[in-house]
């Protein structure tokens, strides 16, 4: 899979693909994420990339040229899935869209900033928006490099134990039973005793009963799926 990442400010988004799996999954040729500088299409004379909304108002629009110059270049050189433009007010990103993203071969993340982009960006250019969460960021960078990791764990090889991505949170609507390591005692604090016992389909059992009341307790929303 290739990603590649529009953003006004690529050195935010170094750091989470330079370490652990983002970094190994990489390494191992799972993904090949390459990082654009939106300034560098600037035919600007001072690089600008943002400009006055038309209308009037308080903040500053990201240009249309730039960002438009970026996504042809690149849809010249391949075919891409998805433009997807990171923004608050998207589809709430959820494990589905992960799991569906996973499978595409080529996708280009637009990362926003100050009031927003040029209108007829999203109009001509962006397939998909999504948001992280019911909050602004200062830029869409953090939400790309969540959707970024998100995505890229699930494909096939980059984790160790390939069953643990189907086993997580959400995969079935369901969040993670608890979970121990040793010591079995700490403080008086006992681990529960069926998960010493040996008995594998008693485990189970627990396992998907702690995670229904979890569930019910924690996102009543997600149950009811
Ligand atoms: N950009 C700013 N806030 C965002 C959010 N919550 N999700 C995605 N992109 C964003």
């Known amino acids: ?24 999954a990489q390494d191992k040729g799972h993904v090949d994420i390459h990082l654009h500088n939106i300034r560098d299409y600037s035919t600007d004379k001072h690089k600008n990339v943002d400009d006055y909304q038309y209308g009037g108002g308080a903040g500053m629009v990201m240009s249309i040229e730039p960002i438009v110059t970026i ?32 499978l595409k071969k080529n996708l280009i993340l637009l990362c926003g900033h100050y009031k927003g982009i040029d209108e007829r960006i999203r109009e001509h250019f962006i397939t998909k ?6 909050y602004v960021l200062s830029g869409g960078e953090l939400a790309a ?49 069926i998960l010493l016992s040996g008995n594998f389909p008693e485990i189970e059992k627990w396992r998907e009963k702690k995670a229904q009341e979890r569930t019910q307790e924690r996102r009543p929303d997600l149950f009811d799926k």
């Open 145 to 193: 490099a969540v959707l970024t990791d998100a995505i890229v764990r699930l494909l096939p090889g980059v984790l160790n134990n390939e069953t643990s991505a189907l086993t997580d949170s959400f995969q079935d609507n369901l969040l993670s039973p608890p979970v121990y390591t040793r010591p079995p005692e700490y403080r008086g604090w006992k681990v529960p005793k």
């Open 71 to 102: 996504i042809e270049k690149l849809q010249k050189e391949r075919f891409y899935d998805d433009v997807i433009f990171m923004t608050p007010d998207g589809t709430l990103l959820e494990q589905g869209v992960c799991n569906e993203l996973s």
């Open 129 to 134: 928006e999504l948001s992280i969460g019911s």
């Open 1 to 24: 899979m290739r990603i590649d990442i529009l953003t006004i400010l690529p050195e935010l988004l170094e750091g989470p693909f330079s370490a652990s799996i983002m970094k190994r």
